[in-house]
C-alpha cells in the first residue's frame, strides 16, 4: 500500500502595515503576528517561519541517509509573496534547494493553488481563473519554469469544490487549461453519480466529471483526501499507519497498491508545530524500501499510466447534489427550469445547497457574509469592467494593483474568522480595488 502526505502553507496579506487602515501598507499576516507578539498565539511567529522552512532541511538529512522522503507541498501566493515582501531569503532558498535541484524532484511535489487563496463555488469564475494564472506566473518568478513545469496536481483553497454545475464544469476547465492533471478533493464533497452516495473506492484516483447546464462535460483525475481536517492526522503520520491496514485493490487485470491521501495545514497547531518533525522522520525511516512506501501523487499516477490506465479507466464521481439536480433538470433546458429545479429542491430539503462543499461541513462560505460579498462583488464587477471587457494589458501596472487588491480582497480568511477586523480588511482590499478602477 501507499500513502501520501500534503502540506497547506498560507498567510493571508492584510493592510496593517500602519494605524490608518485606508492607507497603512500591505504586509503577510506573519509580519503582523511578528510586530505583535504579546497578541493571541504571535509568540508563535518564529514557529511558524520555521515550518515554512523545514522541509527544505528535513528531505536533504534524509536522503542522504539513503532514504526515501516525500512530500507535497502546498504554499498559497499570498504567502509566498509576503515571504519575500519580509525577506525572508532562508526560507525561501530552503524551499529553492528542494525544488530546483534534481536530487530532490522525486521527493517533493509542488501543488498548485488559487493565488490569493479564493474558495472556488462563491468566487467569481473569471476571478479565480485569474488566481490560478497569477498562482503560476508567481511560482515561475520563484523557482522557474522547470519547475512549474512539473506542478501537474491542484489543491483547492479549503478543499472547496463547487457543486453548482456551471460553476463547477468551470472549475474544471480552468485546471486543464493551465496544465494541471489531477486534484485534490474532499470525500464528502463527492457522490456517485448512480447512487448520489459517496465514492465506492475511497483509497483509489477517481474521475471528476462535471456537466454543466448546457449538457457540456469535462473531467479530470482526483485523489480523495479522507477523513477531517485535524492537523493531527499529517503531523502524526496516521496515514501511512492507515494504509499499512489495507489491501491490495485489483483493478483491470491488476493487484494495485491502494493510497491513503491527506493534506493538512503545515504549521497551524502544536502537534503539527512539535511532533511533527520526529514523527515524519520516523517513517519515512520505517517505509523506505518497504512493502507500504511514502509516494507523491504524480509519481503514484505515473505508475498506474505506465501500466495502460488512464483517467477514462477511472471511477467516476460528480460533486455532491448533482445526481438531485440532474435527476429533475434536462441539461440544455432553460435557465429558468434549471432555477425552477433548484427552488423545488431546496424547498424539499432544506440541507441541499449550491455553496460546493469543503473541508468543514460548519461553515457556510456565503451565509452571514452579506457586508462582504456585497463589496466583493461590486469590486470583482469593477475590474471586469476596467479591466477585462476592454483587454488591458495585464502587464500595466494599474491592471496589475488592481487585481492585486482584488485577489487579496476574496481570501477565505476574511470570511473564516467572521465579523470583526478581519471583515474590515477584506472590505478594505474591495474600497482599493474600486478605487483603482475608476
Known amino acids: 500500500m501507499s500513502a501520501t502526505i500534503a502540506l497547506h502553507m498560507h498567510q493571508p496579506l492584510i493592510p496593517a502595515g500602519g494605524s490608518d487602515l485606508q492607507t497603512a501598507d500591505v504586509i503577510s499576516n506573519l509580519q503582523d503576528m511578528f510586530n505583535n507578539q504579546g497578541v493571541g498565539d504571535n509568540h508563535n511567529a518564529s514557529v511558524f517561519q520555521w515550518c515554512y522552512k523545514r522541509i527544505g532541511e528535513f528531505v536533504p538529512e ?39 535541484n534534481s536530487n530532490y524532484h522525486r521527493h517533493v511535489e509542488w501543488l498548485g493553488c488559487p493565488w490569493g487563496h479564493a474558495v472556488a463555488p462563491s468566487t467569481p469564475v473569471q476571478d479565480y481563473r485569474l488566481h490560478v494564472i497569477e498562482w503560476r506566473k508567481f511560482f515561475a518568478e520563484l523557482f522557474g519554469s522547470e519547475a512549474l513545469a512539473r506542478v501537474k496536481g491542484f489543491s483547492p483553497s479549503e478543499m472547496a469544490l463547487p457543486n453548482h454545475p456551471d460553476i463547477a464544469y468551470e472549475f474544471v476547465k480552468t485546471l486543464k487549461e493551465n496544465g494541471y492533471t489531477y486534484v485534490l478533493v474532499q470525500e464528502h464533497t463527492i457522490e456517485d453519480p448512480q447512487t448520489s452516495y459517496g465514492p465506492k473506492e475511497r483509497y483509489f484516483p477517481n474521475r471528476l466529471v462535471c456537466k454543466n447546464t448546457k449538457g457540456e462535460e469535462l473531467s479530470i483525475t482526483c485523489l480523495i483526501k479522507t477523513q477531517g481536517s485535524d492537523t493531527k492526522l499529517v503531523a502524526q503520520m496516521q496515514p501511512w499507519y492507515e494504509a499499512c491496514s489495507l489491501a491490495p485493490i485489483e483493478f483491470k487485470g491488476h493487484t494495485l497498491p491502494r493510497l491513503v491521501t491527506q493534506i493538512a495545514d503545515g504549521e497551524n497547531g502544536g502537534v503539527m508545530m512539535n511532533e511533527f518533525p520526529d514523527k515524519y522522520k520516523e517513517v519515512v525511516r520505517i517505509s523506505t524500501n518497504s512493502q507500504t512506501p511514502l509516494v507523491n501523487g504524480s509519481e503514484y499516477l505515473e505508475m ?22 440532474w435527476d429533475k433538470f434536462i441539461p440544455g433546458d432553460s435557465q ?58 495585464p502587464n500595466e501596472q494599474g491592471y496589475k494593483s488592481a487585481l492585486f487588491n482584488l485577489m487579496c480582497a476574496q481570501t477565505s480568511c476574511f470570511r473564516y474568522w467572521g465579523q470583526g477586523v478581519w471583515t474590515d480588511y477584506g472590505r478594505e482590499f474591495c474600497r482599493r480595488t474600486i478605487s483603482l478602477c475608476r
Not at 71 to 87: D, P
Open 304 to 325: 498506474l499510466a505506465k501500466l495502460g490506465i488512464s483517467e477514462n479507466d477511472l471511477p467516476v464521481v460528480q460533486p455532491i447534489y448533482q445526481k438531485r439536480i
Open 62 to 100: 534524509l536522503v542522504a541517509e539513503g532514504k526515501e522522503p516525500r512530500v507535497m507541498l502546498e504554499y498559497s501566493g499570498n504567502l509566498l509573496w509576503g515571504l519575500q515582501k519580509m525577506g525572508l531569503n532562508d526560507v525561501l532558498d530552503a524551499l529553492k534547494g528542494v525544488t530546483c
Open 336 to 393: 429558468e427550469k434549471f432555477d425552477q429545479a433548484i427552488t423545488e429542491l431546496k424547498n424539499a430539503d432544506s440541507r441541499f445547497h449550491m455553496e460546493g462543499g469543503s473541508w468543514t461541513n460548519n461553515i457556510s462560505w456565503v451565509k452571514g457574509y452579506d457586508n462582504l460579498l456585497g463589496p466583493m462583488e461590486q469590486a470583482s464587477v469593477a475590474f471586469n469592467e476596467r479591466y477585462i471587457r476592454p483587454q488591458v494589458d
